[in-house]
């Protein structure tokens, strides 16, 4: 995962995601994590945008009670990728 800071409280995400073996357009858990990591290390303020790879742009917010980290939300546009069909 590689994050670059903008200065409009803004990061450039791009995932390589294991079992896929190469990059990919987006990835929700690696998004959710480099905001909250660029939020605690004051890169960043809450909430954070971030525009991933896919240039989707994309927004996460989330609530910190001492070490813990709560109310983690993902927010962005969301598209039906595929539909069908199985036969039980």
Do not use: H, W
Request: hydrophobic share 40%.
């Amino acid at each position: 995962m590689s994050v670059s800071k903008e200065k409009d409280n803004t990061i450039y995400v791009r995932t390589y995601e294991r079992g896929v073996e190469d990059e990919t357009l987006a990835c929700g858990t690696g998004i959710i994590a480099s905001a909250i990591i660029a939020a605690l290390r004051n890169f960043v303020k809450v909430p954070v945008k971030i525009i991933a790879r896919g240039g989707d742009e994309l927004s996460v917010s989330f609530k910190q009670d001492g070490e813990k980290i709560k109310s983690v939300v993902l927010e962005g546009p969301a598209i039906i990728a595929f539909e069908g069909n199985a036969e039980v």
